[in-house]
């Protein structure tokens, strides 16, 4: 059984990055920023499982998404070593 | 992405061109899906109360279901007609056809929804301009009560709009719609950033969660209404057939147009129930986002009227996606013998289907004037939207399954996540777990609009009904049968779409599994 595999898509990593790429980073970081905010707010005071779904997801959500940032920069800098 | 047909020299025939790039079929599917929350958080609001988010994070996790399947299928299968033609490649001409009429009800309802809803969002300057609210001119008209004229001519006259620019052509529109998009994504950024930081109160969303929890009526019609917050992909495999390498295009945009919808949707629903009461919502539900931006401390003056400015514009422009997607279905039915080529005739100086246009724009002109009869107009259209979205999702959800086992040569550049390896008659193939899931989460909200939705449990079916009696009477006078399929070589098909996609690759690929699977026939003879 092939467990979440979303990668199964055949887009190439780009050999740069353009400015819909930019734009994606941003709202990854604002992503990972906003869901510390909500869940900071939240469980400093009274919370329900809804929240902390929101504040988690937009978390996990800007992580995953900056985790390929990430992965794409060392791929990069690999290459520009050879 | 034109609604322009291209005749092909010394063919004669109507071809789509492959013109549009990543953002554009980004931004086309935006411009349907995006908007629906512009709609939907009134109207689920009024029912779903405290347990707003929750009802729509259910809504959004079925919708990411549908989503992961037609990013699947328009990706493997790039052509116009989207989640009907799944389900006729799937299970064949009749079920195609109801999959179809569920859609093309579901694109005329469109029209009017959304049309009605931008014109909702206009009357929020209504006080401003003459000084009177739009509630002002409720009247009785004979038995109909709770009628509102002057918000019905409003939307006709968009829609009359709408009708005269896609006659004219919509090209230039389309890049309107593309940067219009753009700000509207911007400014909904925005509006939850500001709004979390400076207006939410986690303890207003609790304490209305805790005490105003809605009942299970309430709660099961809620969730039915919040499925048309994401009502919409479908326009991206419509466009499949325009969109330039869909097999690396379609996965790409679909997957991303998903995830930013849902999450919208999940951080709308959960700012409004911390930042305001639930029955503001209900009592706004012709411009909820309007008042959630009003309601921002420092920006709300002007985030408020910026927000109803955008939210016209953004449902006028998902209002023109509702013709230009029915142009399109309506162009495939055709091809395929459902229903009959009349619908194809272009106009002679501006290239357009004008006979789709002003067929279905008209339906929705019918639709709107009868929904204005109705105590509520919104509520009326969103009953039959949420029919015609969950009835057609169910069908390609169970073409997808019949589809992984009657064609799993078909190269899928994009598959479906959560599979189970099979060996079904000498073949592998891959059941798709999730999306049997998605099928019963969509039964099951079909389930549900049919038990609490009066006027959808009536019409819907009524439409089905009608464009039976047209299907029936169409294939009977054309010596086709109605219930069995007519041939169609979807080897060759798929191969032509292929090569004209420049999806060579695939394509390669396709005729090697084609080869494979001949060889092992001789073998086994």
């Known amino acids: 059984m092939s467990f979440f595999r979303i990668g199964q898509s055949d887009t190439p990593m780009p050999d740069k990055l353009c400015r819909t790429d930019y734009y994606q980073i941003f709202t990854s970081i604002l992503m990972v920023i906003l869901g510390a905010i909500i869940l900071i707010r939240s469980l400093s005071g009274t919370t329900t499982i809804m929240i902390l779904l929101v504040g988690g997801g937009f978390l996990a959500l800007g992580c995953y998404r900056l985790n390929f940032v990430i992965k794409y920069f060392k791929e990069k800098r690999k290459c520009n070593y050879r | ?525």
């Open chain 2, 1 to 525: 992405m034109s609604n322009k047909v291209k005749t092909a020299p010394g063919q004669g025939k109507s071809e789509l061109r492959r013109d549009v790039s990543v953002w554009g079929s980004y931004m086309w599917g935006f411009a349907d899906v995006g908007a629906d929350t512009y709609v939907a958080l009134g109207l689920v609001m009024a029912y779903a109360q405290g347990a707003t988010s929750l009802v729509f994070a259910l809504a959004g996790i079925v919708y990411i279901m549908i989503g992961l399947a037609y990013t699947e299928l328009a990706s493997a299968y790039p052509v116009a007609g989207g989640g009907s033609y799944f389900t006729l490649r799937g299970l064949g001409d009749f079920w195609g056809f109801l999959a179809g009429s569920a859609l093309i009800l579901d694109y005329t309802i469109d029209i009017a929804l959304f049309a009605t809803a931008s014109a909702g969002y206009i009357n929020f300057f209504m006080p401003y301009v003459i000084g009177r609210d739009i509630a002002s001119f409720v009247t009785t008209i004979g038995p109909f009560h709770n009628v509102n004229p002057v918000w019905c001519i409003e939307t006709l006259i968009l829609i009359g709009f709408l009708i005269w620019l896609n006659i004219r052509g919509i090209r230039e529109s389309s890049f309107v719609n593309e940067v219009i998009g753009a700000v509207v994504i911007a400014t909904e950024s925005a509006l939850v950033i500001l709004a979390f930081l400076f207006a939410w109160r986690p303890e207003l969303l609790v304490h209305q969660w805790n005490t105003q929890f809605p009942s299970l009526h309430n709660f099961m019609y809620g969730s039915s209404i919040a499925i048309i917050s994401f009502v919409g992909l479908e326009s991206i495999s419509e466009v499949a057939q325009e969109t330039k390498r869909p097999a690396t295009v379609i996965p790409r945009t679909s997957i991303t147009l998903i995830f930013t919808v849902f999450i919208f949707a999940v951080a709308f629903s959960t700012l409004g129930l911390g930042i305001l009461p639930w029955q503001d919502f209900a009592a706004n539900i012709d411009n909820p986002i309007a008042i959630l931006a009003a309601a921002i401390p420092f920006v709300g003056l002007i985030a408020g009227p910026f927000a109803a400015a955008l939210g016209a514009l953004i449902l006028f422009i998902s209002a023109n996606t509702g013709i230009v997607g029915s142009s399109r279905l309506t162009y495939y039915l055709s091809k395929f013998g459902i229903i009959s080529s009349w619908f194809d005739a272009v106009h002679p100086k501006y290239k357009t289907p004008i006979r789709t246009i002003l067929v279905f724009a008209g339906i929705g002109v019918i639709e709107t004037i009868l929904s204005f009869l109705t105590p509520s107009a919104m509520d009326t259209l969103a009953n039959m939207y949420a029919f015609g979205a969950t009835l057609g999702y169910t069908m390609v959800f169970i073409a997808l399954i019949k589809l992984r086992f009657s064609e799993p040569w078909t190269p899928r550049p994009y598959r479906m996540p959560l599979n189970i390896k099979l060996k079904y008659k000498g073949r592998k193939v891959f059941f798709p777990v999730l999306g049997v899931i998605g099928m019963l989460g969509v039964a099951t909200i079909l389930f549900m609009v049919v038990l609490t939705h009066d006027i959808g449990r009536i019409a819907g079916p009524a439409w089905i009904l009608l464009c039976f009696g047209y299907y029936a009477w169409y294939r009977k006078s054309k010596k086709l049968p109605i219930f069995k399929s007519i041939d169609h070589n979807w080897e060759k098909q798929q191969m032509d779409v292929l090569s004209s996609a420049e999806e060579f690759d695939l394509l390669e690929q396709y005729k090697l599994a084609l080869a494979e699977r001949d060889k092992k026939r001789v073998e086994l003879k």
